[in-house]
């Protein structure tokens, strides 16, 4: 199973744009990268996914290298509501039943 | 609104007591999970089923079982709950060949076992 490798922690200032990396190093060709979110006491909440190009959606932008061994999450202009726990996950499993894994993810602390 | 409901917000039980954690989805998903979240641990996957009646072991099955009788139901079933058993638990559903959908969780049971 491919694994992530996300930074523990990242401060962002209320406005700016908050970018969050990932590693996923030995991620094979049919896997897709999906980033989540949990904000406290809440369940996780989808954000985006992608597979080899770059996704755009109401909430971020995944950027995917060409290599597809590294991604990063952008939040346009981070507002305090955004502080949470962020999570990549590459999907395991065959497409129709895959499972989802997660690891400890990046907690992004937006400030005033 | 498409939601994934879990019947309790809070839940004290005790010790040996047998336990039922109740999740509904509306969305007509095949599939679905069982998750328990811990301080330090992340989440980490303790069943899920991919249609009515069938069931897969995750992670972290030992002391659990589950149920899906109806598509829209997924009961995670704690036949004789232990201390360590008290987490936070979430449900999620998805739908089949969902490369291209996420998944949606629900808002969480926080079991406390005493």
């Known amino acids: 199973d491919a694994k992530t490798t996300q930074p523990t922690s990242m401060d962002c200032a209320e406005g700016r744009a908050a970018n969050l990396p990932c590693n996923h190093s030995?991620?094979?060709?049919?896997?897709?990268v999906y980033w989540y979110r949990q904000i406290h006491s809440q369940g996780p909440q989808y954000i985006i996914h992608?597979?080899?190009n770059n996704e755009t959606n109401e909430m971020a932008s995944l950027i995917i290298t060409e290599d597809r061994k590294s991604s990063t999450l952008i939040l346009p202009h981070a507002t305090l509501r955004d502080t949470a726990v962020y999570y990549c996950?590459?999907?395991?499993?065959?497409?129709?039943?895959?499972?989802?894994?997660f690891g400890q993810g990046t907690t992004l602390q937006v400030k005033p | 609104d498409v939601k994934v409901t879990q019947s309790s917000r809070y839940l004290v039980k005790r010790t040996g007591e047998k336990v039922f954690l109740e999740c509904v989805q509306d969305?007509?998903?095949?599939?679905m999970f069982w998750y328990r979240q811990d301080p330090g641990l992340g989440l980490r996957l303790i069943y899920f089923?991919?249609?009515?009646?069938?069931?897969e072991k995750g992670d972290i099955p030992e002391g659990y079982s589950v149920s899906r009788e109806k598509k829209e139901r997924f009961s995670l079933i704690l036949e004789s709950a232990s201390t360590n058993q008290t987490s936070m638990y979430l449900c999620?559903?998805?739908?089949?060949?969902?490369?291209?959908?996420?998944?949606?969780f629900g808002s969480g049971t926080r079991l406390t076992v005493v």
């Open positions: 999620a559903s998805s739908r089949t060949g969902a490369a291209n959908y996420g998944y949606t």
């Open positions: 030995t991620i094979s060709g049919n896997e897709y």
């Open positions: 992608g597979l080899k």
């Open positions: 996950i590459v999907r395991v499993g065959s497409s129709n039943t895959g499972k989802l894994i």
């Open positions: 969305m007509d998903h095949e599939n």
């Open positions: 089923s991919y249609d009515v009646k069938m069931k």
